[in-house]
């Protein structure tokens, strides 16, 4: 929520106003949020809301796109519990326990008093979308400063009733007692019991330190876990609405395919079905599911697709023809200064789809004026926006709420399917589900995008690195900083002389966008350079590493793994790669086997060691660290979308191969403490080393270098014969 028109100076004061039912309406800003404090009482009931605003904290300041005041909202009611409102949404990352986890430290509740509601932008604080790692590190501030504040005000109010001053109070598990004198208390809830109050904060309300925490650093069991095991979560498609109609959507052959001719007249024909004709959305619905799709089968389009300009295996030559003149992302020293030991590689990616078990997912309903929208996104209030400017309806009438998400790695940030389910509902009248085939969900997803990266790099005799030249196309920057101590370096990134239009489909975030690809090319370049010096790669690794954090997560996982020192090929079928990304520093170091018959490679351990600053949830942050490893096999060994121009060959799991569970290896994870630091990303960055780690293991196996991922038998196999 942005800053609102109030009849005080919020930037100013600093203050928590604690409210049961007040009747004022804020206006609605130029942003278009239009938040109705009213609207907002009604949908919670009785009890204390705390709504917090404070002056800007400059971490939030410098987010472009993020609230500028802090708000979020509390409330506790008359039992004690305490209810959070995130905008941010649970898509399996543990947001869901670590916003509360730092809720119920600073609050002084247990765990258990506190339940989550995300994603609903009728109750929530506005908020942009749920990625990049950004949940903890970003909102999780703004949950811990509200959190503060409304235990400074309800001590304030239990040493009035209490009679004492407030430093002879103690709060554990949302009860304030007397110091020394137990059976003088008072529980959040009786101090919430009937009253609508308003109080000023004198004083800057103090986070808890370190030495404080009880809730935060603890392993916790996840909220959601239960539900989610037992089947009784909910997601967008158990969402059901009385009259519900289900909506099949004629879709083209191709990306960029354009419709000649529409044939309707026998899918009109079949009972109980209504055909949606308006522009470029065509339509059936019916109150079966598959009633709708035999329905759809019977429409007749003719098209005209554009010619192929490349397919899966050409699309790397056509990035380096038509990549323009590229940008200088980063650059000091003089590449061109340095001549001697050069060594030059290029290194390809392909597409990868996102592939959630959850597919896209929306129902809509139009109900009394307003727009109604349960959906699985990643960002809810962007999908109201999209909702709201496609039906030329206000925002303050548009309502999306998020339920659980089956899964999102980036792929859920548009949400198209809530804005078509918006429009059948309004065309219609009726309640209407969105739920997109496996098919569907390939075809439109907004993929990884394939990148080539080429690097020129030079060490000395020393095994000192003397420069650095990186040029990547088709892809970003991101995690392709150098962090090792190089003189002089250079940094482009190409995206085409077309733009972004380069792809032939809809490209957008995959956990962690493109730094995956920079990494694979970063982390197996520093290993060519150490096999052509004969150094062993971890220590060609930190004789160029002065980062302390980069050292330290290096040493950790190599001291967990056992680090055999030798230069490549050792025959060991180890490697180590290392990254930062999303403020958080990695380590893995791997084993693997190669079959040299098939070229099939087994990964058989993977080590990873992870600097994240403070750790909210310890148990929360090596699921993500194993998710991560789990799921970087994919886009390392098989994943890989096939196309040709707009037309995309792979539409199920029989062709497009995710990894089965036969090939997880063995994982070991390590949080490195550096409590120093406030939390940092956790959800992405230990994928991202991935790449580099398995192709260096390879090539220390067998002696082959892999230069394009992923790294599939067929691939390996013809790099072994070369």
Known sequence: MRKRNLDVDVDDLHRAMLFAAPEATIPATREGRGFSRRLFCKLLGGGIVVLITTKPAKLFAQRRGYPEDLNA?????????????????????????????????????????????????DQCPWDQGTWGSQSTRMFGPAVRAAAAEARTVLMNLAAKKLEV?????????????????????????????????????????ALKSLKEFKVIGRPTKRMDGHDKVTGRAKYAGDVRRPGMLYARILRPPAHGATRKSLDTSKAKGMSGVTVVEKDDLVAVLHADPQAAGQALALIKAEWDQPAAAFDTESVGDYFLKNGGDGEVRASHGDVTSVTANVVHSTFRTGYLAHAPMEPHTAIAEFKDGKMTVWAGTQSPFGARSRIAQTLSMDEKNVRVITPFVGGGFGGKSAANQAVEAAQLAQITGKPVMVNWTRGEEFFFDTFGPAAVVKIASAADDHGKITSWDYHVYAAGDRSAEMFYDVPNVSLKTYIGRGGPRVHPFATGPWRAPGAGTNVFARESQIDIMAAEAKIDPLEFRLRNASNVRLRRVLKAAADAFGWKAGAGPSGQGRAIAACEDAGAYCALAAEVAVDRATGAITVKRVVAAQDMGIVINPDGAKMQMEGCITMGLGYVLSEELNFKGGAIADNNFDTYELPRFAAVPRIETLLVSNDDLSPQGGGEPAIVPMGAVIANAVFDATGVRMFRLPMTPARVKAAMKT
């Open 165 to 205: 001053g407030r430093d002879k109070l103690v709060v554990e598990n949302g009860v304030v007692s007397v110091v020394g004198d137990g059976a003088r208390k008072v529980t959040y809830g009786e101090l919430a019991k009937g009253k609508q109050i308003t109080r000023l904060v004198d004083e800057k309300a």
């Open 73 to 121: 909202y509390l409330r506790i009611d008359e039992n004690g519990a305490v209810t959070l409102f995130s905008g941010k949404i649970e898509m399996g990352q543990g947001i869901h326990t670590s916003l509360a986890q730092m809720a119920a430290e600073e609050l002084g509740v247990s765990l258990d008093a506190v339940t989550m509601v995300m994603g609903d932008t």
